[in-house]
């Protein structure tokens, strides 16, 4: 029972992590092409560094 | 479907202001550059085709292709000019067309759809914490642990809610404020008892806390509002390409100069040229310059008219042979193109709304689930004088009940439906298009333009002497008018060699005439060769003092059109052709087409009383048309589509946009929105008999989180899968 004063604040941490994560790609406008980046990895460009 | 529209609208409360600032900073950016639509882009060698052949060309900062809206935008210096970028395009395959970006804003920042995900998310992550925590409660978890892990569920559960809530909240509110009962009053209903129960449970060590029910129903009908919401944005962004890609200018003549200005800043008495092969911006009257104008989009007419000075025009009419100086008779809303608009949006608004099979459905669901939750607290409070128990029961009847897969019933099967539409070439404008689609027995066609492609066709080329159409066939090549381009696509594919003919001149409004073997030849208007007019459209050629020859044409079928025709036909469907055409080629393609019913020579308002007629005896109608003189029909039938060459008041007009050339889908429209209203009553079946087994748990005090949670879940899952199969 005393490893779930270790486990819980572990699994809200990640599960804060994963939200944030998720914000972060909202707001940097990752769902507005669904199409285009599924089709983009298969492309050769920018395999060496990203895009800037 | 229609129910959750209002809630989404009667929100503003959501939208939230914050960043409204960056983002509006953003749109201005993006509004100085160019957006371009690429309606065949659609891999991964397309996207880095495009970008490579943009990026590389001088001015162009960068480029960047959505393959999702079909689009590119290019963000370059002010000097480089959309024709070149789409003539660069074009040399490389890919043909494109400017978009006004001005009318796309809208949905380059779609806040409130980034909104509604951002709560969904929100509501995902707090769900799955709820639940691990869940789980141990479920599992057995005793005394102060228990406890420990509903504190915890509530710490989370309550923000998310108070966040991911709000847009039920908001529109309950706006509904009870409007004395009505919404959809979204019982959920907002069962959302805050369910929480505040629980959080009264907790603080005395009860044995139940719903906080993983509550966030997972808040859960559960975000994602079918965000589904619903994903239909209509796409379907709304595709019309506005469409109204979009007539970008509206005018070449305006003032003082000598011509400078290109967009229409609305014209005023009357300015004079405007029109090009051969554009199309009126303004209403006007011919002050310099002869041609032929195209009215088919107008009034269904194949026949060119001749126009000369004096001659006034409409707006929406298409130039055809030579440049024309317009002075302008009425411009913007007052032209007649715009007024005719004005009297479909009379028409539209006398047209008894349809009620969808959600609205019906939640208009008897709300009362009975509210009357349902009540009578139970009552039964139990006198029945054990306990209310901590009966408000219990009551709460738990209210999430039992919780529409999670009636609101996902009816979004997750039109997102499945018009996604399968549109890779088949059909965009869905209106959400109950599909279901009033399901409905219609009769179907009525206009002609030009819709089972036709408005474009001519030389006929009966092998009746003509070789000579004559070596001859005809140089002609027609020193032309641009729409005859003689189509009489020499025709002549070159039968192999004819054109004849050598010397000092080809083009006389706009009449024809083309040259000199051969020292004879002089003319080809085309009856009158100005010397024929007699023929029935039907054709152009005529004389050699010398000869007999005239002449070249008839006719309107090709859109490809798909007898297969439509047939389809429909065999699916047990009336089918119907008005035109507003002569009698003579109306005729001749209804019995092309095997449709025996139809009239011909119909004005605008007749075709609308038709229709009228028709749905007075209780069929329901769907028109297919084009022009402006079917916006009226179009308006008054039950459910109507148009091609996307329609002029934009008649795409307006209408529920379901054609995207292809092709009418073939058009009978596959039909069967797939029988099948989306068979799935959606599914749907509801389903739901039903989830509540008729947990309803009396429910009741009989029996329920648990656990149960709530497992029915939940099951429910709005197999509602979802149901969805998918449709073929």
């Known amino acids: 029972m005393e490893m779930l004063a270790l486990l819980i604040p572990i699994s809200l941490f990640l599960g804060g992590v994963g939200l944030v994560a998720f914000l972060w790609t909202l707001k940097n406008r990752q769902y507005e092409d669904p199409d285009g980046d599924a089709n983009r990895i298969l492309g050769t460009d920018y395999d060496d560094r990203p895009k800037s | ?727």
């Not at chain 2, 709000?166 to 004395?179: E, G, K, T």
């Not at chain 2, 025009?313 to 411009?331: D, F, H, I, K, R």
């Not at chain 2, 209310?387 to 529409?403: D, G």
């Not at chain 2, 080329?461 to 008018?481: N, Y």
Request: proline letters at 5%; glycine letters at 8%.
């Open chain 2, 1 to 727: 479907m229609a129910t959750l529209a209002p809630s989404l609208s009667a929100c503003p409360a959501c939208v939230a202001a914050p960043a409204a600032e960056a983002l509006a900073d953003r749109r201005a950016e993006k509004e100085a550059g160019l957006v371009l639509s690429l309606p065949t882009a659609h891999c991964a060698v397309c996207i880095s085709d495009v970008e490579r052949a943009l990026v590389t060309m001088p001015g162009v900062r960068s480029a960047r292709v959505n393959l999702t809206l079909k689009r590119v935008s290019v963000a370059a210096s002010s000097d480089v000019m959309a024709d070149t970028l789409i003539a660069r395009l074009k040399s490389i395959g890919y043909p494109a067309h400017e978009l006004d970006p001005g009318l796309l804003s809208a949905t380059e920042t779609d806040k409130r759809g980034r909104d509604l995900l951002m709560r969904l998310g929100v509501a995902g992550f707090a769900m799955m914490n709820i639940m691990l925590l869940s789980v141990a409660v479920w599992s057995g978890a005793e005394a102060a642990t228990r406890d420990l892990f509903h504190w915890i569920s509530a710490a989370i559960a309550l923000p998310t809610l108070a966040f991911s809530g709000q847009p039920f909240f908001a529109s309950a509110w706006a509904s009870l404020r409007a004395r009505r009962l919404g959809m979204d009053v019982p959920i907002s209903l069962a959302l805050i008892l369910a929480s505040s129960i629980s959080l009264y449970e907790t603080f005395a060590s009860g044995h139940h806390a719903y906080f993983d029910a509550a966030v997972s129903l808040c859960f559960f009908l975000l994602a079918g509002r965000y589904l619903d919401y994903r239909s209509r944005a796409a379907a709304r962004s595709a019309a506005e390409e469409l109204t979009a890609l007539e970008v509206p200018r005018a070449t305006k003549v003032a003082g000598g100069e011509e400078a290109v200005v967009p229409i609305a800043e014209l005023v009357v008495g300015d004079f405007v040229r029109v090009r051969p092969g554009a199309r009126m911006p303004v209403d006007g009257i011919v002050i310099e310059g002869a041609s032929e104008i195209d009215r088919s989009l107008l009034t269904g007419e194949t026949l060119p008219v001749p126009a000369a000075t004096g001659t006034a025009v409409s707006a929406g009419e298409v130039n055809l042979t030579g440049p024309l100086l317009l002075q302008v008779t009425a411009a913007g809303r007052e032209t007649s193109l715009h007024r005719m608009a004005d009297l479909v949006a009379v028409a539209e608004s006398a047209k008894t709304r349809y009620t969808s099979l959600a609205d019906r459905m939640a208009r008897a669901y709300s009362p009975s689930v509210h009357i349902l939750a009540l009578a139970a607290f009552s039964v139990w409070l006198y029945l054990t004088r306990d209310v901590r128990l009966s408000v219990n029961i009551a709460a738990a009847v209210l999430i039992i009940t919780c529409p999670c897969a009636l609101a996902l019933a009816v979004p997750a099967v039109v997102t499945a439906a018009s996604g399968k539409l549109f890779r088949k070439g059909l965009l869905i404008k209106d959400g109950t298009a599909l279901e009033r689609l399901a409905e219609v027995d009769t179907v009525v066609f206009d002609k030009t333009g819709t089972l036709t492609l408005g474009a001519p066709e030389a006929a009966g080329l092998g009746g003509h002497p070789r000579e004559a159409k070596e001859v005809a066939a140089a002609l027609a090549g020193g032309s641009a008018h729409p005859l003689s381009r189509s009489l020499s696509a025709a002549l070159s594919a039968d192999g004819i060699i054109p004849a050598t003919v010397a000092a080809i001149r083009e006389v706009p409004g009449f024809g083309v005439e040259g000199e051969w073997n020292g004879q002089s030849v003319r080809l085309g208007r009856a009158e100005w060769v010397g024929a007699e007019p023929a029935a039907g459209t054709a152009t005529y050629l004389r050699i010398g003092s000869g007999r005239p020859e002449a070249f008839a044409f006719t309107d090709r079928l859109r490809p798909g059109a007898e297969e439509a025709v047939e389809a429909l036909k065999a699916a047990g469907k009336r089918v119907i052709l008005l035109s507003g055409d002569t009698e003579v080629p109306v005729a001749q393609l209804a019995r092309e087409l095997g449709i025996t019913e139809w009239r011909s020579g119909q004005r605008p308002e007749e075709k609308a009383s038709r229709i009228a007629a028709l749905q007075d005896d209780g069929a329901k109608v769907l028109m297919v048309g084009d022009g402006l003189n079917d916006t009226a029909a179009l308006a008054s039938a039950h459910v109507s589509i148009s091609p996307a060459s329609a002029l934009d008041a008649a795409r307006v007009a209408s529920d379901i946009v054609l995207l292809g050339q092709d009418l073939a889908p058009l009978s596959d429209a039909v069967r797939i929105a029988r099948q989306t209203r068979r799935r959606i009553k599914e749907n509801f079946g389903l739901s039903f008999a989830y509540n008729l087994i947990a309803v009396p748990i429910a009741l009989a005090g029996l329920a648990t989180p656990l149960i709530a949670a497992l029915a939940m879940s099951t429910s709005s899952i197999t509602v979802s899968l149901n969805a998918l199969r449709l073929k």
